[in-house]
C-alpha cells in the first residue's frame, strides 16, 4: 500500500501557513487597491507589501523569533507555500497568455513585427553587450557566472520583454484599446511577449545544471540541451496547431455539458497545469507551458466574455497578489539596493525600448507623435519582467541586486508609461462617474418634496463639500433651470450650472425615491437627481459628467439597483459594479483585462 | 536577513506537483459531471476519482516506482500538495458556512429546532451507546481508543450530521427550495451544522495531544481543555455578534472602492483564511473557523448573489474536487473495508435520521408523508460527514476502516435521498430544456424554406432519433397544424402531435436565421422552431416542454445568442449557460447552490 502518509502538515505549521496566505494576500489588495486609486498598477502595491511584510521592513523592525515564526526561513510550512505561490505564479501566466490573440497580431501584420522587432532589437543588443563585456557590473548569479552567453541573453530579454497587462489597462484607460494605435501596440507587445518567453526558454535550456546535479547532468552533455530545445519548440508548435485546435473543438463540448462556468474553469486550468508539467518536465519553467496553454485556449471564441473575465478576475484578486507580495518576503529590497544595476538597467530598458519601439514605428510610417506615444506604450513592464526575473534569480542565473533593479525596473516604466502616452498624445483618462463620487456626494433620503426644493437640497450639500456659499450655487443653478427644465426621459434630472470660482467639477446625486416633477419629456417624475457644477473655464466637463450621468443610468437595470440600495456607500457599490459589469459588455469581443 | 529560501521546491518536485493537481482535478471534474449527469451528487464522482488514483487501483496495478513516482508517500511534493488539500478543505467549509442563513432559521423558529433536535438526538444517541460500549467495533483510532468519550461523541456527531450543499440541490432539483417544507429542511440542516461543527470543536478539544507531542501538553494538563472550549465558544459568539456586523459594514466599502467582484472575493477569502488560522491556532481545526467565518459574512444582504455565485463556483469546481479526490489517495478503499462498521455506521446514520427528523416533524404538527419526506431530506450527509471523518482519521481518532465506512454511509445517504424525497412526495425532478437534447435534436443550418419542408426536415431527424416512420410523424404534426398555426411571438413556432407508439418524449429544434412564416399573433416569421412530440399516455408532458422551451426563449438575450451560434454543440452550451444564468435570477434573494 502506498498510500500518502496522512496530515504531514503539522497544526502549529497549517496555523502559520494559513495566516501566511492571509496576511500576504490581505495587505497586497489593500495596497494594491490605494495604487489603482492613485491610477498606478495594483501590481506596485502588491510588491510593496511584499516588501512591508518582509525582511526589507518587518524584518528589520520584529525580533527574530517573532518574524521567524510568521514567515520561517525553511520547514515544511514554507515548502508548501512555495508550492501555493508557484501555483499562482503559473496561473497568472495562463491569463496573460488567455489575453494573446493570434488573430489580432495577424492582422496588424508587418506594422506590429516591425513595431515588435524595434521594441526588441535595441534594448536587447544594449543589455546583451552590457552584460556579456561587463558581466560583474550588473550582477550576474552563481550559475550565470559560469555561462556569459546565457547570462547576457537573459538580460537582453528581460530588458526588452514587455507587460501585456498592464499596457492593456492603460490603453483601457485612455480610451485606446480599440484604436488603430491601441491595437497596434497590443499586436506589438503579443509578439514581444511571445518572442520573449520562447527566448527565455532557451537560455534556461542553455543554462549549465545547478551546482548539485552537475554529476548527474554531465553524463548527458551538450545532447540534453539540443533535446531540450528540440522538444520545447515542438510542444510550442503542437499546443498553437493540434492543442489549439482540440480546446477550440473541445470547450463548446464542455460548456454544453458540464455545470457553468465552474466546470470550463476547472477544464482550462486542467490544460494550463498539465502544460506547466510538461514544460517543467522539459527543464524550462513551468510557467512558459502555463503562457502556451493561455495563448492556445485564449484563441478560441467558444471561451466567452464572462468565463474569461471570471477566470481574470480569481487569478489577477487572489493568485496573483500572493505571488508578487512573496517576491519581497525573498530579499532584503534595501541591502540588495545597487544604484549602478538600477541606473543601468532602468536606462536601458527605458529608452532603448522607447527609442526601438519609435524606429519600428517610424518605418511602418506613423506620424512622430503616435510613434513617440506607441513607444512609451509599449516601455511598460509590470508584472512579466518581475516573473522573469525571479525565475533568473531562483535558477542562480542573476544576483539579488539585478533582481531589485529589475523590479524597480519594472515597476518604473509601468508608472511612467500611461501618463507620458496621456501627455504626448494629450488624451483625457477615461473617468467614470465613480471618481467624481465619495459618501459625502450622494444623498440617498432627501427630504426635498419639490424642485425647488431639491434643488436647494443639492446645493447645501455642494456648498458644504466646495465651500462656496450656498445660496450662490442655489440662484445659479435655479436661473439655468428657468430658462428650461433638466428633467431626461426615464427619471433622471441634471440641473447644473458653471460656477466661476469653483476650482474642480462637483457633482451631487440624490436618490428620491417617491420623484420630483422635472419636467421630463416622457412625463416620468426625476428619481435620480445629480447637481452638476462646472468651473467655468473647463467648458467641456459639463458635458462630460452630463454624459456619464446619462449613460450610467442608461441602463434599466441600473436605475432599478439605485432605488434599492439603503446607504450612500451601498450607492457606490452598486456603481463600481454596473462600471465592471458595462465595462465587459463594451468589450465583449475581446478581453483586454487589468494588472 | 531572514529571508525564505528560495527554490526550495526543486523542478521534479513542480512537475510532480502540478500534474498531481492535474489529475486530482481533472478525473475528478469528469466523474464528477458524469454523476451529475446521472442525477448523483457531483461529490460521488470526485472521490470515485481519488479511489481509482489512488492505493485501491492505480496503486494496485501501476508498478510500484511508477506510482510512487506520481504520487510520492513523502517528501516537499507531498507536503506542497497538502498544503493545497487543506486550503481547498478550508475554503470549502468557508462555501458551507456561506449558505447558512440565520434570519431563515429564526423565522423557523421551533418547527427547524424541533426537527432538528429530532434528527440529532436520536442517530447520536444511538452512534454515542455503540460506540462508547463496543470501540472495536466501530474501529477507534490510536489517539481514540486512549479518549473513549471523545471518540463516542464524534461518531454521535458523524452519525447525526446533515450535508447542506447535497440538501439544497436535491431541493432545487424537486423545486421545493422555496416551499414551506424546504425551507424548513434547509433550516433545520443548518442548525443541524451549526451544532454539529460546534460539538466536533469540542471533540478536537477533549482530545489527549498526539503520542508526539505529549510531553509538552503534560504541563498543560486539564487546564488546556477549559481554555480551549472558552476561547472556541468566545470566538463563536464573537464572530457571530461584532464579526458578523464588522462584515456587513466592511462589504458596501469594500464593493464601493475596491475592484468588483475580484476584490470582495479577496476579502471574504481573508477573512475565511484569518478565522481558519486562529481556530487552528486554538487546537481545533482551521475549517470550523471558515464555516464561522463563512456564517457571518454569508448573513449580510451586501454579499450580492453574483458574487457569492462566482465564490461558489470557483471553489466547487476548483478546489472542492481536489479535496475530495485526495481523499481516495490516503486510504485503499478495498482493504479497509469492514463490512460490520459499514452496516452498523450506514443503518444508525439512514434509519436514525429519518426517524429522528420523522419524530421532530410530527411534533411540530406535519402530515405522517411530509415528515417522512423531511426525514429522508435530512439524511444525505454527502461531503459534509466525509469532512468530518478525514478530520477525525487525520487527527488518529478513528481507524481507517471507520474512515471508510463513513464515506461510503456519507454517499450511499446521499444518493438516497434525493430519490426518495421524489418517490414519497410524488414530485416530478425539474427538467430543463437540456435534459432533452443532444448535439442529434438541434438543426442549425435547416434547409427549409417554407412551414411545409420545415415541418418535413424536422420530422426526418425525429425519425431518426425515435426510429419511428418518417412520414407518419410529418402527417399527424401537419395534421394539427391545420386547426391551428403554431407561430408564437418573438419568432417562436412549436409544431407538435401526440403519438401512440413513441417510448420517451421527443424535441427536435430547428435554427433559421431567415425565418418561416407560422402565423404568429405578432407576424414575425419563426427563427426557433421546435418540434413537440410526445407519447399519447403522457398528457402533461407536451404542455411542460413547450414551457420550458418557451420560458427558456422569452428573453431577449438568449434569442439573440440562439441566433449567433454555429453547431448544434454551441447551442447546447448557450442553453447550459442561460439556465445558470436563469437560476441566479430566479433565486436572486438567497443562495442555496449545489454540491
Chains 1, 2 share one sequence.
Not at 501557513?17 to 491610477?39: M, P, T
Not at 541606473?343 to 527605458?350: F, K, P, R, W, Y
Not at 507623435?369 to 512609451?376: D, L, V
Not at 516573473?387 to 508608472?415: C, H, K, W, Y
Request: net charge negative.
Amino acid at each position: 500500500m502506498y498510500a500518502i502518509a496522512a496530515e504531514s502538515l503539522k497544526p502549529s505549521e497549517v496555523t502559520v501557513l494559513l495566516l501566511d496566505i492571509a496576511v500576504l494576500l490581505g495587505l497586497a489588495r489593500v495596497l494594491g487597491e490605494l495604487a489603482r486609486r492613485w491610477h498606478m498598477p495594483a501590481v506596485l502595491g502588491e510588491i510593496l507589501a511584499g516588501i512591508v511584510l518582509g525582511p526589507t521592513l518587518l524584518g528589520a523592525f520584529l525580533p527574530v523569533e517573532m518574524f521567524t515564526w510568521v514567515f520561517p526561513p525553511e520547514g515544511d510550512t514554507t515548502v508548501a507555500l512555495d508550492g501555493f505561490v508557484l501555483l499562482s505564479a503559473t496561473l497568472l501566466l495562463f491569463v496573460v497568455g488567455l489575453e494573446v490573440d493570434l488573430s489580432t497580431v495577424w492582422r496588424q501584420g508587418l506594422a506590429a513585427i516591425s513595431v515588435s522587432i524595434g521594441g526588441i532589437a535595441l534594448p536587447f543588443a544594449v543589455g546583451f553587450i552590457i552584460a556579456y563585456g561587463y558581466p560583474g557590473l550588473l550582477g550576474a548569479g552563481p550559475r550565470g557566472a559560469n555561462a556569459p552567453i546565457a547570462f547576457a541573453v537573459f538580460v537582453g530579454i528581460a530588458l526588452s520583454i514587455t507587460a501585456l497587462p498592464v499596457i492593456a489597462k492603460i490603453l483601457l484607460d485612455l480610451n485606446l484599446a480599440k484604436s488603430d494605435m491601441g491595437m497596434l501596440i497590443i499586436s506589438s507587445a503579443m509578439l514581444n511577449d511571445l518572442v520573449g518567453w520562447i527566448g527565455f526558454a532557451v537560455v534556461l535550456a542553455l543554462l549549465p545544471v545547478a551546482p548539485g546535479v552537475a554529476e548527474a547532468a554531465a553524463s548527458n552533455g551538450g545532447g540534453q540541451v539540443v533535446t531540450t530545445i528540440v522538444l520545447t519548440i515542438a510542444f510550442l508548435v503542437l499546443m498553437l496547431t493540434v492543442g489549439r485546435w482540440l480546446c477550440h473543438r473541445a470547450l463548446p463540448y464542455v460548456q454544453a455539458h458540464w455545470s457553468w462556468p465552474g466546470g470550463t474553469m476547472a477544464f482550462v486550468f486542467v490544460i494550463a497545469l498539465l502544460c506547466a508539467a510538461f514544460t517543467e518536465y522539459l527543464g524550462i519553467h513551468s510557467i512558459f507551458g502555463a503562457f502556451i496553454a493561455g495563448v492556445a485556449i485564449g484563441d478560441s471564441h467558444h471561451l466567452k466574455e464572462r468565463t474569461r473575465d471570471t477566470i481574470h478576475q480569481f487569478v489577477m484578486n487572489i493568485f496573483a497578489p500572493v505571488f508578487f507580495a512573496s517576491i519581497g518576503l525573498r530579499i532584503n529590497f534595501i541591502d540588495k539596493f545597487d544604484l549602478t544595476a538600477v541606473a543601468i538597467v532602468g536606462s536601458i530598458a527605458l529608452f532603448g525600448k522607447v527609442a526601438g519601439s519609435f524606429l519600428g514605428a517610424r518605418v511602418s510610417r506613423m506620424s512622430y507623435r503616435e510613434s513617440f506615444a506607441t513607444g512609451f506604450g509599449m516601455a511598460a513592464q509590470g508584472a512579466v519582467g518581475i516573473i522573469l526575473g525571479q525565475l533568473a534569480r531562483d535558477a542562480g542565473l542573476i544576483s539579488d541586486e539585478l533582481m531589485v533593479a529589475i523590479v524597480i525596473m519594472a515597476l518604473g516604466t509601468s508608472m511612467l508609461s500611461g501618463p507620458a502616452m496621456q501627455r504626448i498624445l494629450q488624451r483625457k483618462q477615461k473617468r467614470t462617474l465613480l471618481s467624481f463620487l465619495t459618501d459625502k456626494h450622494v444623498i440617498t433620503e432627501p427630504k426635498a418634496r419639490d424642485i425647488n426644493q431639491s434643488i436647494g437640497e443639492l446645493s447645501r450639500r455642494a456648498a458644504e463639500i466646495t465651500g462656496l456659499e450656498g445660496n450662490a450655487i442655489y440662484e445659479a443653478v435655479l436661473q439655468r433651470e428657468r430658462i428650461m427644465h433638466t428633467g431626461l426621459p426615464h427619471g433622471l434630472a441634471v440641473p447644473h450650472a458653471r460656477l466661476d470660482d469653483l476650482p474642480r467639477p462637483c457633482l451631487v446625486i440624490a436618490r428620491n425615491r417617491t420623484g420630483i416633477d422635472f419636467d421630463a419629456a416622457d412625463g416620468e417624475p426625476a428619481r435620480l437627481i445629480a447637481l452638476l457644477l462646472t468651473p467655468s473655464d473647463q467648458p467641456d466637463t459639463q458635458i462630460e459628467l452630463l454624459s456619464l450621468f446619462a449613460t450610467t443610468f442608461n441602463r434599466a437595470a441600473v436605475r432599478r439597483q439605485a432605488m434599492e440600495i439603503q446607504t450612500p456607500t451601498e450607492f457606490l457599490a452598486m456603481l463600481n459594479q454596473a462600471g465592471a459589469e458595462s465595462e465587459l459588455i463594451l468589450h465583449d469581443d475581446h478581453t483586454l483585462g487589468m494588472p
